[in-house]
């Protein structure tokens, strides 16, 4: 059933080439393809409502929308000529546009260019794009149902928003085979995702003239030189009400009560729903959002229980008691912090500080980050099967890449004059020479090198303003009388760490800020081939820079800070002037979790002001015209331009936010069993900011197919390697865990509290007359002689004066081998679930053998009955050995 004619059968650029030369209409014409549908000049636009959103006549529907102000400036008979030839293209690849004056729409100023796409053009397309539609609806039995439904039922959504549609077995789209699929009404057959993928392709690569010797094409050069303002898909409706047009499913007002509010945060999400109305590749990055969701809720729960482990059991902490005990915190003086204008200070003024230690560094501490190493690969392999579930189920399984992703990108054609021949196709393609690339890859990557060594630098500025303001604050705390009462809580050592975690963070929101424009920029210099390479190239360098910039301050205090202070008389110093800062006596992870929390709880604050009152404002003005606007004065499509634009990396940005979260719950975990909790709260609200931004604050995106979440997929498997040698270097050398264990184990000399003493035992001592007149204090009014620092070294009196101990060692050792055994045990343990856990289900693998059997076999029988027409009218003699040869191809079909 060929309902084609010859331009049917063409190309979009073969159509442009056939044209060349024929007159163009200008942008106010109205075509109408051929069709027998009245002009709009011979309806009545009064008896319309404009919140439609079909043509004038009310029966083609609006599948895109290009707008434009004719501003009269220098430029605006170039602008005049490009809309006129680029339109007049666009309507000799058979699309239909009808124009909305300056004068309809509700401002005055703004030209709306309407674009339908007829039948004859969706399946030409369908089949350039490989489209898969339905042929036969599913037979195969439903899953067993599962016996917690009863208790899940208050989560669940109505099964007319969860299936919308009943499910079909689907194969590609081909012209020459119509009568194959279930084609019931032209209209409705291509959901009108699938009809703006395609008006977008024909888009993306319609010429509109030469200028400057070099072909031009692609609505994205039209809008990026001002030519045209927009170009979008239309909403189907309000999203606060249905649309009065009984034609209309009123989808975004289905997703907007059902998803977008923040009431229905416990309930399931329509992923059937929003994959139809957005597409495969939005539909994939909220379905891997919610099950990394579902899954915090396990990390959270257990983190929980050891936060609650180390609360309960603070008082029983023999250290912190020792600390806080006048007799032995309080008798014991410690050395100065600080060179010169520091005191000798007691130690159990860090009492407060010691007992909130211990709810993140106790034995639950090492419990955790083992749990957490199993956990990232559960998530990480269970992941796998439910996207391998979602592939079938969205009809992705033999889909590599979609074909828009694979061909070349526009700006690379336009941009790369030389040609060579393919070897897989044997045609002519545009090409980068070598030479061209080495340039471009050498600026690209002495641009990265240089904003991650600015990050480096800035993180250097944040260590020098903590060693220059401690001072500073010490010195305020001691004079001021109003800050006495918290002295105990507020701390010099932690007053610092507040202050520069919130530098720390301001800085990396700024560098973030310009990073973000740069990495754009070079990305496009590089010219990547097709729209894969270009999203993976810019996925790598932001990731890496965001990396660096969000996560090097945490690496600081747990791996670097406290680690090469030196010793009293001896200190390590930067830069020659700024001495290295020390620990607290009760370790440094209070202050890893200081910095983890400011900057992932800051980041999320941060995220989600960006996210939702941002647009929110932006379309507040817009919003108020369309609900006190009558529809014949605010049209849809006017509606619809008033919104935000979701750009091409409006996904990216998401995953990258997502990404970075993950890290910190994993890099950082075993300093902050709270972390996925924080993480779980805010992906709660995540999920329904993002859902309801895209539904009322967005303009429609373009739909998109993915078959997965792509490179991130990758980076996620690298961090969750690298969380497990990151905790263990946090146990090992940032927790207090191992010097208490060998103290423990080696040390201990009272059997009936063998922690008793570990304090002492910990400090070791100097002599303050050996102090350098650099580092000595200006005053001691108590005529001290000794005072105590945090370390394992020999004392004064000692033949090996100030030189590391035994003790010393056999913790460094302990330490080294803590590392090695954990990791080798959470390693095996990963590999091995990993092992065990298929990465496509059983039922799965079974539902693909069998509909590709039955598709194949449908397809077969198709062809068989065509050639048994053809016997009857043809070549008797060359289609008896066709018929016989499909035939054995059915035989061999179903004995296989």
Known sequence: MNRLGKKANETLIEMALSADGEECNGPETISTAGSEIPSSSEIDKRHQSKDSIFFRDGVRRIDFVLSYVDDLNKEWEKKLERRKEFESNLQKAGLELETEDKKESEDGKIFFVKIHAPWEVLITYAEVLNIKVPIRENDIPPMVE?????????????????????????????????????????????????????????????????????????????????????????????????????????????????????LRFYKEQPLVLIRKYYGEKIGIYFAWLGFYTEMLFLAAVVGLICFLYGLFTMDENMSSKEICDPAIGGEIIMCPLCDRDCEYWRLNTTCEASQYSHLFDNVATLFFAIFMGIWVTLFLEFWKRRQARLKYEWDLVD??????????????????????????????????????????????????????????????????????????????????????????????????????????????????????????????????????????????????????????????????????????????????????????????????????????????????????????????????????????????????????????????????????????????????PLAPLLALMNNILEIRVDSWKLTTQYRRPVAAKAHSIGVWQEILNGMAILSVVTNAFIVAFTSDMIPRLVYYYAYSENEDSPMSGYINNSLSVFQISDFPERNEPKENPENFVICRYRDYRYPPDHERKYLHTMQFWHILAAKLAFIIIMEHVVFIVKFFVAWMIPDVPADVKAKIKREKYLTQKILHEYELEKLKERLCQGDKRATEKEFIATEGRMELSRAM
Request: glycine fraction near 4%; include cysteine.
């Open 146 to 262: 599962n016996p917690l439904d009863c208790v899940l039922f208050p989560l669940r959504l109505p099964e007319k928003v969860m299936h919308p549609e009943p499910d079909y077995f689907t194969a590609p789209f081909s012209k020459d085979k119509q009568e194959l699929y279930l084609i019931n009404d032209e209209s409705t057959f291509f959901s009108p995702s699938m009809r703006n993928r395609i008006v977008n392709y024909i888009l993306t690569r319609c010429p509109y003239g030469t200028e400057e010797g070099k072909k031009k094409f692609g609505i994205k050069r039209l809008l990026n030189n001002g030519t045209y303002t927009a170009a979008y898909p239309l909403h189907d409706c309000q999203y606060w009400k249905k649309a009065s047009d009984p034609n209309c499913d009123s989808e975004r007002y289905t997703l907007y009560m059902e998803w977008a509010r923040f």
């Open 399 to 672: 889909f590599e890449e979609e074909q828009q992703q694979l061909q070349l990108r526009p700006e690379y054609e336009a941009k790369c004059t030389q040609k060579k021949k393919n070897p897989v196709t044997q045609e002519m393609e545009p090409y980068l020479p070598l030479t061209s690339q080495a340039v471009r890859f050498c600026i690209s990557g002495a641009t990265v090198l240089f904003w991650v060594s600015l990050i480096i630098a800035s993180m250097i500025a944040v260590i020098v303003y903590r060693l220059a303001v401690y001072a500073a604050f010490a010195s305020l705390m001691e004079n001021t009388q109003t800050l006495q009462p918290i002295s105990g809580l507020l701390t010099p050592q932690l007053a610092t760490s507040v202050t520069a975690s919130c530098l720390n963070f301001v800085i990396i929101m700024i560098l973030n800020f310009f990073y973000e424009r740069i990495a754009i920029w070079i990305t496009d210099m590089e010219i990547p081939r097709t729209h894969m390479e270009y999203e993976n190239r810019l996925t790598m360098k932001m990731f890496l820079f965001q990396f660096v910039n969000y996560y090097s301050s945490c690496f600081y205090v747990a791996f670097f800070k406290g680690k090469f202070v030196g010793y009293p008389g001896a200190y390590t110093y930067m830069f020659n002037r700024w001495r290295n800062e020390e620990c607290d006596p009760a370790g440094c992870l209070i202050e890893l979790t200081t910095q983890l929390t400011i900057v992932m709880a800051g980041k999320q604050i941060w995220g989600n002001i960006q996210e939702a009152i941002v647009p929110w404002i932006c379309n507040w003005w817009g919003r108020r015209k369309a609900r006190n606007n009558p529809e014949n004065l605010y049209s849809r499509w006017e509606q619809d331009h008033d919104l935000q634009t979701f750009g091409a990396l409006g996904l990216f940005y998401e995953y990258l936010e997502m990404v970075i979260q993950f890290g910190f719950i994993t890099l950082f975990v075993a300093s902050f």
